[in-house]
């Protein structure tokens, strides 16, 4: 959303909040009064920030959220994770198309997008309804269609209830309609009687995508009944504990079903019931922590059976360091039906399988991105190929497909970082001062400084870091330079774009950020050990500031706009140094014109009054455009 748009907003909706900014920014949301909204909503143009941004919110103790979904399989995750309800413009659209076309006796069409593409049809029955006359059993609906409900004035109904007066017996019938396949509380499929063998684990894939914080997840498992006898197994799928599931779908000889949740005592009663019936059934329900069970029954000799799991997560990173976990340790636990088999503790320890894994094929693929380029990166737990598709864009893949199951794939990265770090000089009572802060994890004083934020420019980063970590603003900024060494900083890949300014410290209090316990100024000639590559980049400020001194007028913006003459004589020897040759430094100052009397004179100390003196900038800038060098005499 453009700031325009979001302006238009907020004189529209005078009761509501219209933030133009990043949601997922938990300070901004914080500063804005996220804890006293009623409700917020999500409407950028990226599911996955409205996803994030909504979580954050709810984290922060909003009651209500609503994001905007346009990837339909994000919808089961806004869902899992509690988010109270999405928006989708396709739905939307649908929806009142299909209320225009199917005129008549429709009284409502609602998709049913949490079931793959399910649509439910509710409409009257009149005296020109064709299935009057009928049994509710011999109507022929199409096929995927079946018959949710019946409203007959308080009528019980049942497949032999005939609908043949209209006057008498008032009806309403809800259709559920599946636009590609039925889709039930319980995957059916009648099956027939047969001798068992095995049910082998062939193969397994798992295709992850890493997006910054944000983990997807799609695994395939392929198992095939080579036996000759129905057969009920069990599978154990590991996941990670802080996964939602939004998705499961069992293709059995090329039939696709999509499982639908339901509450676990019902599932359960639905699953028992079709299984003694001699039909496929299948349920899926967390046996612990680490791991859901997925049982299917009746699976008949030679069909072979994919089972696919979609799950999402979101990583915490520790010193800025990403660590994924893909659990990988699985395999079926098989079950005779005329068999009572003990329970198997499972997941023995956390990462490496047990002696009894089965062998088959298993293979992982990850794409690994960011919004910076990826930087030190560590994968141990396999041997992996890389490909770089771009700097902040890995492929990754494990070698071979022999071995991968045996363990979980476990892989740590962190993405470059840029820094802004501020050198920052004041002046008072004679001296040169530098504002350090004091990093409680280092214990050593160190710049104030931080990350750039993903739409911001480096001196307003800068700025921003400066009023958030000292509360001091700039009477002059200028950017030094640029300092990269790898080991510059032992936590991570740190590049540090550094500026030099000026401030006036009576002017400001100093206050320490929330990342450092002190924040002080330190006589420029007398400061203390300094942490990272912090005195480096003092040096080079002062080396800088030392040379433009010299030829601009960067040392006026630390005094007032009136002064004796004796503190802009102090300000230079205190920026160099060195004592200065006064009688030449207060000739050539007033030569040039910078420098003029004022008829004010200071009342200051108990001295006799001096006179006070001003900056001409206009002066300066005559000087400035033909050009010139300021030769200072030391004493």
Same mark, same amino acid.
């Given at each position: 959303?453009?700031?325009?748009?979001?302006?238009?907003?907020?004189?529209e909706?005078r009761?509501?909040?219209v933030?133009h900014?990043?949601g997922r920014?938990?300070a901004?949301?914080?500063?804005?009064g996220?804890?006293?909204?009623?409700?917020f909503?999500?409407?950028t143009?990226?599911s996955?920030?409205?996803?994030?941004?909504c979580l954050?919110?709810?984290a922060?103790g909003v009651?209500?959220t609503i994001?905007?979904?346009?990837?339909?399989?994000?919808?089961?995750?806004?869902?899992?994770?509690?988010i109270?309800?999405?928006?989708?413009?396709? *739905?939307?659209?649908?929806? /009142?198309i299909?209320?225009?076309v199917?005129? #008549?006796? &429709? @009284?409502?069409v609602t998709?049913l997008?949490?079931?793959?593409?399910a649509e439910?049809?509710?409409?009257?029955?009149?005296?020109?309804?064709?299935?009057?006359?009928?049994?509710?059993r011999?109507m022929?609906?199409?096929?995927?269609?079946t018959?949710?409900?019946?409203?007959?004035?308080?009528?019980?109904t049942t497949?032999?209830?005939?609908?043949?007066?209209i006057?008498?017996?008032?009806?309403?019938?809800l259709?559920w309609?599946?636009?590609?396949h039925w889709?039930?509380p319980y995957?059916?499929?009648?099956?027939?009687?047969?001798?068992?063998?095995? *049910?082998?684990?062939?193969? /397994?894939?798992v295709?992850?995508e890493?997006n #910054?914080p &944000? @983990?997807?997840v799609e695994?395939?498992?392929?198992?095939?009944?080579r036996g000759?006898?129905?057969?009920?197994?069990?599978y154990v799928f590991?996941?990670?504990?802080?996964?939602?599931?939004y998705s499961m779908?069992?293709?059995?000889?090329?039939r696709k079903?999509?499982a639908?949740?339901?509450?676990?005592?019902?599932?359960?009663?639905?699953?028992e019931?079709?299984?003694?019936?001699?039909?496929?059934?299948a349920?899926?329900?967390?046996?612990?922590?680490n791991?859901?069970e997925?049982n299917?029954?009746?699976?008949l000799?030679?069909?072979?059976i994919?089972?696919?799991?979609?799950? /999402?997560?979101?990583?915490?990173?520790?010193?800025?360091?990403?660590?994924?976990?893909?659990?990988?340790?699985?395999?079926?636990?098989y079950?005779n039906p005329?068999?009572?088999?003990?329970?198997?503790?499972w997941?023995?320890?956390?990462?490496v399988a047990?002696?009894?894994?089965?062998?088959?094929?298993?293979?992982?693929?990850?794409?690994l991105?960011?919004?910076?380029?990826?930087?030190?990166w560590k994968?141990?737990?396999?041997?992996?190929d890389?490909k770089?598709?771009?700097p902040?864009?890995?492929?990754?893949e494990?070698?071979?497909e022999?071995?991968?199951?045996?363990?979980d794939?476990?892989?740590e990265?962190?993405?470059?970082s840029e820094?802004?770090?501020a050198?920052?000089l004041?002046?008072?009572?004679?001296?040169c001062?530098?504002?350090?802060?004091h990093?409680?994890?280092k214990?050593q004083w160190?710049?104030?400084?931080?990350?750039?934020m993903e739409?911001?420019?480096?001196?307003?980063?800068?700025?921003?870091?400066?009023?958030e970590?000292?509360?001091?603003?700039l009477?002059y900024?200028?950017?030094?330079?640029?300092?990269?060494k790898?080991?510059?900083?032992?936590r991570n890949?740190?590049?540090a774009v550094?500026?030099?300014?000026l401030?006036?410290?009576?002017?400001?209090?100093?206050?320490a950020?929330?990342d450092a316990s002190?924040?002080?100024?330190?006589d420029?000639?007398?400061l203390p050990?300094?942490?990272?590559d912090?005195?480096?980049?003092?040096?080079?400020?002062l080396?800088r500031?030392r040379?433009?001194?010299r030829?601009q007028?960067?040392?006026f913006d630390l005094l007032g706009?009136?002064?004796?003459f004796?503190?802009l004589?102090?300000?230079?020897?205190?920026?160099l140094g060195?004592?200065?040759?006064?009688r030449?430094?207060r000739?050539?100052m007033?030569?040039?014109?910078?420098?003029e009397?004022?008829d004010?004179?200071?009342?200051?100390?108990p001295?006799?009054?001096?006179?006070?003196?001003?900056?001409?900038?206009?002066?300066?800038k005559a000087?400035?455009?033909?050009g010139f060098?300021?030769?200072?005499?030391?004493?």
């Amino acid at each position: 959303m453009d700031q325009k748009r979001a302006e238009d907003l907020a004189d529209e909706m005078r009761d509501v909040m219209v933030i133009h900014g990043d949601g997922r920014d938990s300070a901004l949301l914080e500063e804005e009064g996220i804890h006293d909204a009623d409700a917020f909503i999500a409407v950028t143009g990226i599911s996955e920030t409205n996803i994030m941004a909504c979580l954050l919110a709810k984290a922060k103790g909003v009651k209500k959220t609503i994001a905007l979904v346009e990837n339909m399989d994000y919808i089961h995750l806004s869902q899992e994770a509690g988010i109270d309800a999405f928006i989708n413009k396709k *739905l939307l659209a649908a929806n /009142t198309i299909n209320r225009y076309v199917r005129h #008549g006796d &429709v @009284v409502d069409v609602t998709t049913l997008s949490d079931v793959a593409g399910a649509e439910v049809l509710e409409f009257k029955v009149t005296s020109k309804t064709k299935c009057l006359g009928k049994m509710i059993r011999d109507m022929n609906f199409p096929k995927g269609a079946t018959i949710g409900g019946i409203s007959m004035s308080g009528f019980t109904t049942t497949g032999a209830t005939i609908l043949n007066d209209i006057e008498i017996m008032p009806a309403g019938l809800l259709v559920w309609r599946s636009i590609t396949h039925w889709i039930g509380p319980y995957l059916e499929i009648v099956g027939e009687e047969g001798t068992v063998e095995n *049910l082998p684990l062939e193969a /397994t894939l798992v295709e992850a995508e890493v997006n #910054g914080p &944000v @983990v997807n997840v799609e695994m395939e498992q392929s198992y095939r009944n080579r036996g000759k006898k129905t057969l009920e197994a069990v599978y154990v799928f590991p996941t990670d504990t802080d996964a939602a599931l939004y998705s499961m779908e069992i293709e059995i000889n090329e039939r696709k079903i999509v499982a639908e949740a339901q509450e676990i005592k019902k599932a359960e009663a639905r699953y028992e019931e079709a299984k003694k019936a001699g039909k496929t059934a299948a349920i899926l329900k967390r046996q612990r922590p680490n791991a859901l069970e997925i049982n299917i029954a009746n699976i008949l000799p030679k069909d072979q059976i994919k089972v696919r799991l979609k799950y /999402t997560r979101v990583l915490v990173p520790e010193k800025d360091v990403f660590k994924l976990i893909l659990p990988t340790v699985s395999g079926p636990k098989y079950i005779n039906p005329n068999d009572n088999p003990d329970d198997v503790d499972w997941v023995s320890q956390p990462y490496v399988a047990d002696k009894n894994t089965l062998s088959s094929t298993y293979k992982i693929q990850l794409h690994l991105m960011g919004p910076k380029p990826i930087h030190k990166w560590k994968m141990d737990s396999h041997k992996v190929d890389i490909k770089e598709m771009t700097p902040s864009h890995w492929l990754i893949e494990t070698q071979g497909e022999d071995y991968a199951g045996d363990r979980d794939f476990i892989a740590e990265y962190a993405f470059r970082s840029e820094k802004v770090d501020a050198d920052l000089l004041s002046y008072d009572d004679g001296e040169c001062q530098y504002n350090l802060g004091h990093e409680p994890f280092k214990d050593q004083w160190a710049l104030p400084g931080g990350l750039v934020m993903e739409e911001e420019r480096l001196e307003e980063a800068v700025l921003r870091e400066l009023k958030e970590e000292t509360g001091v603003r700039l009477n002059y900024l200028e950017q030094l330079y640029t300092f990269g060494k790898p080991d510059r900083d032992p936590r991570n890949r740190v590049v540090a774009v550094c500026y030099f300014g000026l401030v006036k410290p009576r002017a400001y209090t100093l206050k320490a950020a929330t990342d450092a316990s002190d924040a002080q100024w330190f006589d420029l000639h007398h400061l203390p050990a300094l942490a990272f590559d912090h005195a480096d980049i003092v040096n080079m400020a002062l080396d800088r500031l030392r040379a433009k001194i010299r030829y601009q007028p960067i040392g006026f913006d630390l005094l007032g706009s009136e002064f004796l003459f004796s503190e802009l004589e102090n300000l230079y020897q205190s920026i160099l140094g060195q004592k200065i040759d006064r009688r030449n430094f207060r000739k050539k100052m007033t030569g040039f014109g910078f420098v003029e009397e004022t008829d004010k004179m200071s009342k200051d100390g108990p001295g006799r009054p001096a006179k006070l003196f001003r900056f001409n900038r206009e002066k300066y800038k005559a000087w400035e455009e033909k050009g010139f060098h300021f030769e200072i005499k030391f004493a």
